[in-house]
């Protein structure tokens, strides 16, 4: 076809179609509109000249998507052509040899670094001889294409009780109202208790400012210490109330007295079974503190959960309600304001509990114990030289 010629192209049913759907679509980019309408045009018999002038575009460009269309007719012949593009300044081995490097401590490369950041990454790379130089934000670009964040680290701990599954596994059914392979009764109850130690009254050499526009609450670095206190709760896992006492410190006689407020009151007092889960801590450890519980209150059953493993115990969940909402940022100008402060925080907070969905269960923990028996046995993986 000559390119002055007024031709037509001919076009099939379905391609017609697709032409005016792609023009009437509203998220179509308009140079593929404008190239759809150009091969319409000469489809209706439009000479070039016409329909350079009717869409705003130079003889030229209708001449080359007339051809493309004409050479592979179809939408796929709008679309531009594959492009070189500017040359790669970096190879694949370096991009793969500089995510390597993010994959291994510092301490590999005898380096007197904690972490990996971008800048200290790229900065490594040009010493070890990877590239001759390189930006933190190229490294950036390359870690977020396999999301590696080496900045970025999380705390964990062994599986260190040798009674582990079994101790865990008791108080998880617990949770779910099972105890020995029966249901609890109506009249049974499960508390979760623990301290909270040492809660600081931190009194601000100069008062607090109110947050305002575009500022943050401010407050003031230096402070002097007015004492502490310790804050020692029981939780009610299926009715989620709080039961919280403060005392001077822990042991055994504050832990009792907790549990005398508790106890000593309905409808724990005259419940059939009412199980006390507890940490390890010094104040209810071991076989003696059962039966010490047990000699006090006959429906009392103290359950321990495993060494290590405070984060089974739901009353952590309170406290760290507690620290975010009542406590932080700590300005108190004596320890009376601390007392005071959790008290009422405690009332409040039982006016609306609800119970905590709790959704750690035994499959879960058979799945925990699973994966770190496999890890276990792993075969070491050998440090960068």
Same mark, same amino acid.
Request: with cysteine; charged share 25%.
């Given at each position: #076809?000559? %390119?002055t010629s007024t031709d037509r192209i001919t076009l099939t049913? =379905?391609?017609? @179609?697709? *032409?005016t759907r792609l023009t009437r679509a509203? @998220?179509?980019e308009q140079r593929l509109v404008i190239r759809a309408k150009i091969v319409l045009a000469a489809a209706e018999g439009l000479s070039v000249a016409a329909t350079a002038r009717s869409l705003r575009v130079c003889e030229d460009t209708v001449r080359k998507w007339r051809r493309r269309w004409c050479a592979a &007719?179809? *939408?796929a012949s709008l679309v531009d052509a594959p492009r070189s593009g500017w040359p790669a300044t970096f190879t694949a081995v370096q991009v793969a040899r500089v995510k390597a490097i993010a994959c291994t401590l510092p301490a590999d490369a005898w380096l007197p670094l904690a972490r990996w950041s971008c800048p200290e990454l790229a900065r490594h790379a040009v010493a070890a001889g990877v590239c001759a130089?390189? =930006? &933190?934000a190229t490294v950036r670009r390359w870690l977020s294409q396999d999301a590696l964040k080496p900045w970025q680290y999380r705390s964990w701990i062994f599986v260190t009780d040798p009674g582990f599954p079994a101790k865990a596994a008791r108080v998880l059914d617990l949770y779910d109202r099972q105890w020995k392979g029966q249901p609890l009764g109506p009249n049974d109850?499960?508390?979760?208790?623990d301290e909270k130690t040492s809660i600081q009254a931190r009194c601000r050499c100069h008062p607090t400012l109110a947050p305002g526009a575009s500022r943050a609450m401010r407050v003031n670095h230096d402070y002097d210490r007015a004492g502490a206190v310790a804050y020692l709760a029981a939780y009610d896992v299926h009715r989620g109330q709080v039961f919280g006492r403060c005392e001077d410190s822990t042991g055994i006689e504050p832990f009792s007295r907790l549990v005398a407020q508790v106890m000593e009151h309905e409808p724990y007092k005259s419940a059939d079974r009412v199980f006390w889960i507890v940490d390890n801590g010094s104040s209810h450890r071991g076989q003696a503190a059962i039966h010490r519980l047990a000699q006090q209150y006959p429906n009392a059953v #103290?359950?321990? %959960? &495993?060494v290590n493993a405070s984060w089974l115990n739901q009353i952590e969940i309170y406290f760290s309600i507690v620290q975010r909402k009542a406590l932080s940022p700590n300005d108190f100008t004596d320890i009376d304001q601390v007392i005071a402060r959790l008290a009422s925080f405690e009332t409040r907070y039982n006016r609306t509990a609800r119970p905590f969905k709790w959704k750690f269960t035994t499959a879960d923990l058979d799945d925990l114990l699973t994966r770190l028996d496999n890890h276990k046995h792993s075969p070491a993986q050998p440090r960068a030289a």
């Amino acid at each position: #076809m000559s %390119t002055t010629s007024t031709d037509r192209i001919t076009l099939t049913g =379905s391609h017609r @179609r697709a *032409l005016t759907r792609l023009t009437r679509a509203a @998220r179509s980019e308009q140079r593929l509109v404008i190239r759809a309408k150009i091969v319409l045009a000469a489809a209706e018999g439009l000479s070039v000249a016409a329909t350079a002038r009717s869409l705003r575009v130079c003889e030229d460009t209708v001449r080359k998507w007339r051809r493309r269309w004409c050479a592979a &007719p179809g *939408l796929a012949s709008l679309v531009d052509a594959p492009r070189s593009g500017w040359p790669a300044t970096f190879t694949a081995v370096q991009v793969a040899r500089v995510k390597a490097i993010a994959c291994t401590l510092p301490a590999d490369a005898w380096l007197p670094l904690a972490r990996w950041s971008c800048p200290e990454l790229a900065r490594h790379a040009v010493a070890a001889g990877v590239c001759a130089s390189i =930006s &933190p934000a190229t490294v950036r670009r390359w870690l977020s294409q396999d999301a590696l964040k080496p900045w970025q680290y999380r705390s964990w701990i062994f599986v260190t009780d040798p009674g582990f599954p079994a101790k865990a596994a008791r108080v998880l059914d617990l949770y779910d109202r099972q105890w020995k392979g029966q249901p609890l009764g109506p009249n049974d109850y499960v508390v979760s208790a623990d301290e909270k130690t040492s809660i600081q009254a931190r009194c601000r050499c100069h008062p607090t400012l109110a947050p305002g526009a575009s500022r943050a609450m401010r407050v003031n670095h230096d402070y002097d210490r007015a004492g502490a206190v310790a804050y020692l709760a029981a939780y009610d896992v299926h009715r989620g109330q709080v039961f919280g006492r403060c005392e001077d410190s822990t042991g055994i006689e504050p832990f009792s007295r907790l549990v005398a407020q508790v106890m000593e009151h309905e409808p724990y007092k005259s419940a059939d079974r009412v199980f006390w889960i507890v940490d390890n801590g010094s104040s209810h450890r071991g076989q003696a503190a059962i039966h010490r519980l047990a000699q006090q209150y006959p429906n009392a059953v #103290m359950v321990h %959960t &495993p060494v290590n493993a405070s984060w089974l115990n739901q009353i952590e969940i309170y406290f760290s309600i507690v620290q975010r909402k009542a406590l932080s940022p700590n300005d108190f100008t004596d320890i009376d304001q601390v007392i005071a402060r959790l008290a009422s925080f405690e009332t409040r907070y039982n006016r609306t509990a609800r119970p905590f969905k709790w959704k750690f269960t035994t499959a879960d923990l058979d799945d925990l114990l699973t994966r770190l028996d496999n890890h276990k046995h792993s075969p070491a993986q050998p440090r960068a030289a």
